[in-house]
């Protein structure tokens, strides 16, 4: 409990040194008669400029620990922000937010995760004006988390739009919200609301919760409700919509040629719908979309696209932020000086990772001081980001304690609702001759090969091994052999020969192409005569490219997450049914313009009663 009375007395230490007091709850401030935006607006009006130009931004650091960070941390933070730690950045630029990253050493385990987070919050409350932080991640489940084991994984988007239950979404948000909040994490950059309707499409596919407008808005509001209980601000992305594209806005800049009209009818639902729901904050898009703008700039620095549709026609008055401003797609046409500072005037609040933090915030405040950015303007901005903070109660209490992650993160009551959800998403797309479910008695010896694609998420993994281990707990003897994303002729042989005397092989496809040796694998495998199921770990369109293979079964994950692998392995098995519907169409690999599979298709086992455990 040390943190709560080191707020206490660092609140009254800052009080008494500038004046400064600390924000009253909802009721001392209708016992007093002070509104909440006029508290918020005493307190920008006490900020210097420089601390008002801090609080625009939400950076990165290196580092496990707030203050006290590994020496290779404190060396990589010296190079790329100047700073030795995450209390120097705080104290030096005055940052409004941090955000969390894996590969910056942040998220190791629960209770460092927590404690890095009061450090930062203490950091915040010690300065000239006291100002809690919001602290952010990226914790879509799925393909992207930045929180893994022990945090309870959850199934991603597309896997929760072919469950299609909104109830199931909404569970999901409160469970990662519960968890994130727990940890000090108060603002997650998901769910994703991008409608993917472009199977090519690099950097969303799975990530999106489908195709159909109407289907991913009723999720999307379901996801921001779940996060709402959970206690964090959810923030939806990628707007003006990111679903239709196949370059990668992080190297390089797309291009949506939708019409206005069918961005209205394709992309906009989502969207309309979360700021409906009353969406905390909207991630901008670094793509460019000459419909809605013909000046063709990317969306984040798009004054018609950001003031003019979102905020004007949507009516959305909350927290604009961008997507990482270290992304080619917003660099390749203006000077890192320029960007922040263009986005600004477009209409965003939050200036998130800038590549150096040193140009954009001098950018930014050498904005200011010329008057190419008002002052006024840059105080809607802050007191958008205030009431945030408000909201999520940061100014009375910003700390998390031990016990409260003992209490959330990771408990089985989370876990276990996680498989149940999981179990409800796994897709089962083909299944010659009722060959599934594998019975123990006809099929005990089986054989997992395939794709052992890099965890996204902190899993316990590989995939292959993850499978294996599953069926073995199941009553199956299984075998483990990777044979990666490109098998080579020595693999395939080897996973040929490993398949004899096998009753069964599992095949973990990764986003097969038509020149893809997996093909190959799975059709050697095929040959030897054992029957061979297919399991899609990431996108669901291998199906289309595996025809003619001679696979007897193919499924659907939408992820490699432990969460989805362990589900699969039980409906495989017979333990669970397959429930899961394609969210997305699947065409035919030889006529593109032709579905194999449309939107809602899955198979079940009609008349097959699981076995008692």
């Not at 002070?34 to 420089?50: G, N, Q």
């Not at 994130?180 to 603002?187: F, K, S, Y």
């Not at 008002?374 to 009375?396: M, N, P, T």
């Not at 499978?467 to 707990?473: G, I, K, M, V, W």
Request: charge should be negative; glycine fraction near 10%.
């Amino acid at each position: 409990m040390h943190h709560r009375t080191s707020r206490r007395t660092l609140l009254t230490a800052a009080a008494a040194a500038t004046g400064v007091v600390a924000l009253p709850g909802a009721a001392q401030a209708a016992a007093t008669g002070i509104s909440p935006d006029s508290r918020l607006k005493r307190l920008i009006a006490r900020m210097s400029l420089e601390e008002k130009v801090g609080q625009l931004f939400v950076m990165r650091v290196y580092g496990h620990s707030a203050t006290e960070p590994d020496q290779a941390d404190i060396d990589a933070n010296l190079d790329e922000i100047g700073v030795r730690d995450a209390a120097e950045l705080i104290s030096t630029y005055h940052v409004g937010g941090i955000i969390y990253f894996t590969w910056a050493h942040n998220t190791r385990d629960p209770h460092q995760i927590a404690d890095l987070s009061n450090g930062i919050q203490r950091a915040g409350l010690a300065g000239p004006t006291p100002l809690p932080l919001l602290v952010s991640t990226d914790q879509e489940h799925g393909i992207v988390c930045r929180v893994g084991e022990p945090a309870t994984l959850l199934p991603g988007a597309m896997a929760l739009g072919a469950g299609g239950s909104r109830s199931d979404a909404r569970a999901a948000g409160r469970i990662a919200g519960a968890e994130l909040a727990a940890l000090g994490i108060n603002q997650n950059y998901a769910p994703d609301a991008d409608v993917n309707v472009n199977p090519a499409n690099p950097v969303i596919g799975v990530r999106s919760f489908g195709s159909d407008p109407e289907s991913v808005a009723g999720l999307v509001t379901a996801q921001v409700k779940g996060y709402r209980s959970g206690g964090v601000a959810s923030t939806v992305k990628h707007f003006p919509g990111h679903g239709d594209t196949s370059t990668d806005s992080h190297t390089g800049l797309p291009v949506i040629e939708h019409t206005r009209e069918q961005w209205a009818e394709l992309d906009a639902p989502p969207f309309r719908a979360a700021v409906a729901a009353g969406i905390d904050s909207i991630m901008t898009a670094h793509i460019v979309v000459p419909a809605l703008d013909p000046s063709e700039d990317p969306a984040t620095l798009s004054h018609p696209i950001l003031t003019g549709i979102l905020r004007e026609e949507l009516g959305y008055d909350g927290v604009v932020v961008t997507d990482g401003l270290g992304m080619e797609g917003v660099r390749s046409k203006y000077g890192d000086e320029h960007v922040p500072v263009l986005a600004l005037l477009a209409g965003v609040d939050q200036l998130l990772n800038p590549p150096d933090l040193k140009v954009a915030w001098n950018a930014v405040l050498d904005a200011v001081k010329s008057g190419e950015i008002s002052e006024a303007r840059v105080e809607e901005s802050i007191l958008r980001i205030l009431r945030l903070k408000d909201r999520l109660g940061l100014f009375r209490d910003p700390y998390v304690t031990r016990r409260g992650v003992d209490r959330t993160v990771g408990v089985p009551a989370h876990r276990a609702e996680a498989d149940r959800i999981a179990e409800r998403t796994t897709t089962l797309l083909a299944n010659t001759g009722s060959l599934l479910p594998l019975s123990r008695r006809s099929h005990r010896k089986l054989l997992v090969v395939g794709a052992d694609p890099a965890s996204p998420s902190g899993t316990t993994g590989p995939p292959t091994t993850t499978l294996a281990t599953a069926f073995d707990e199941l009553g199956f003897t299984a075998t483990a052999l990777p044979t990666g994303t490109a098998p080579t002729q020595a693999q395939i042989d080897g996973a040929v020969a490993a398949a004899q005397g096998k009753d069964a092989v599992i095949v973990g496809t990764y986003n097969v192409t038509a020149t893809s040796t997996q093909r190959t694998l799975v059709s050697a495998l095929a040959a030897t005569g054992v029957p061979v199921i297919t399991l899609a770990i990431r996108d669901p369109y291998d199906v289309a490219q595996l025809a003619g293979t001679g696979h007897a079964a193919s499924l659907a994950t939408y992820s490699w997450t432990d969460v989805e692998l362990r589900a699969a392995a039980r409906v495989i098995a017979g333990r669970a049914r397959p429930e899961g519907r394609l969210p997305v169409p699947v065409q035919r690999a030889d006529a593109p313009a032709q579905a194999l599979y449309p939107v809602g298709y899955g198979l079940s086992y009609r008349s097959y009663a699981p076995p008692s455990t």
